[in-house]
């Protein structure tokens, strides 16, 4: 069963990416997309504060993104994948309740739940490199509870 917090980010993804369609106008729309895909969620508060955190800082995630892919131009990454690195850069940066190897395992998943075969590798790769240069201060090889000083 999926967490609420994945659900969340699906609904997420799904408004992102048909906000893009819209070049980016009006208004989205979290609301029908969480009814659509995570009719489950019942609190819309974690989706309603990383839709609002994503687009907030869209314009710098983007340069980050280009930066750590510049092989990659962003307009060459398909929509789907732009919106997946764009949740996960969002919450590695300036999430502080989601450690960073959360925010890439979740975001791998959603790539390969919604991208094509090598979408895992690519987000997984560009989101590491993100987590390593601006998360560079962290010990990464704490067990995740340890990060969250979660006692046992």
């Given amino acids: 069963?999926?967490?609420?917090?994945?659900?969340?980010?699906?609904?997420?993804?799904?408004?992102?990416?048909?906000?893009?369609?819209?070049?980016?106008?009006?208004?989205?729309?979290?609301?029908?997309?969480?009814?659509?895909?995570?009719?489950?969620?019942?609190?819309?508060?974690?989706?309603?504060?990383?839709l609002a955190g994503v687009l907030k800082e869209l314009t710098e995630l983007r340069r980050i993104i280009q930066e750590e892919a510049p092989e990659w131009p962003i307009e060459r990454i398909a929509p789907i994948d732009r919106a997946v690195l764009e949740i996960g850069a969002y919450e590695i940066i300036h999430s502080?309740?989601?450690?960073?190897?959360v925010a890439i395992n979740e975001a791998v998943d959603l790539a390969k739940g919604f991208g094509d075969l090598n979408s895992g590798k690519?987000?997984?790769?560009?989101?590491?490199?993100?987590?390593?240069?601006?998360?560079?201060?962290?010990?990464?090889?704490?067990?995740?509870?340890?990060?969250?000083?979660?006692?046992?």
């Fill in 122 to 152: 690519f987000i997984n790769g560009v989101l590491s490199t993100i987590m390593h240069k601006y998360r560079k201060n962290e010990d990464f090889t704490k067990p995740i509870s340890e990060s969250l000083n979660i006692v046992p």
């Fill in 1 to 50: 069963m999926a967490s609420y917090r994945h659900l969340a980010r699906i609904a997420v993804l799904q408004t992102l990416f048909a906000h893009e369609f819209r070049d980016l106008k009006g208004e989205p729309d979290l609301d029908s997309n969480i009814r659509e895909f995570a009719s489950k969620l019942k609190d819309k508060t974690f989706a309603q504060e990383l």
């Fill in 96 to 101: 502080k309740d989601v450690p960073p190897i």
